[in-house]
């Protein structure tokens, strides 16, 4: 019988981008992805950057920054909620270690006012 040699795996940066996008945005008390602030080491380190995320890619993990609008709730808890949302959801969809989720929050959405 032959031997089958299993082959590498690649998810395009893209991708990764979208399912914690989508795993953010989840989170009830998200409002909506925040713009990224400009930052000038991002020259010097592997980043992929979309509309309120940043991933640093590293040999075989990420370290994800997430800049976001949130409803007026418990920040930290929401914060915790989210980091938590994320990571599983990259552990269960991907299986790429997840270094760390830092939360950045931009904005408040007060209700019938939207972000301040």
Same mark, same amino acid.
């Given at each position: 019988?032959? *031997?089958?040699? /299993?082959? *590498?795996?690649?998810?395009?940066? /893209?991708?990764?981008?979208?399912?914690?996008?989508?795993a953010a945005l989840y989170t009830?008390?998200?409002? *909506?992805? =925040?713009?990224?602030?400009?930052?000038?080491?991002?020259?010097?380190?592997?980043?992929?950057? =979309?509309?309120?995320? /940043?991933? /640093?890619?590293?040999?075989?993990?990420?370290?994800?920054?997430?800049?976001?609008?949130?409803? =007026?709730?418990?920040?930290?808890?929401?914060?915790? *909620? %989210?980091?938590?949302?994320?990571m599983r959801t990259m552990d269960?969809? %991907?299986?790429?270690?997840?270094?760390?989720? &830092?939360?950045?929050?931009?904005d408040v959405a007060y209700p019938? &006012?939207?972000?301040?």
């Amino acid at each position: 019988m032959d *031997k089958v040699h /299993e082959g *590498k795996i690649t998810v395009a940066p /893209e991708v990764l981008v979208d399912i914690v996008r989508q795993a953010a945005l989840y989170t009830d008390g998200v409002v *909506k992805m =925040a713009s990224v602030p400009p930052r000038v080491d991002r020259i010097f380190r592997r980043l992929v950057t =979309a509309e309120g995320i /940043e991933l /640093e890619i590293r040999e075989d993990s990420v370290v994800i920054d997430l800049f976001l609008v949130v409803r =007026a709730v418990d920040m930290l808890a929401l914060s915790h *909620k %989210v980091q938590q949302e994320v990571m599983r959801t990259m552990d269960r969809i %991907v299986g790429i270690e997840v270094d760390a989720v &830092n939360i950045h929050i931009e904005d408040v959405a007060y209700p019938g &006012n939207g972000p301040s």
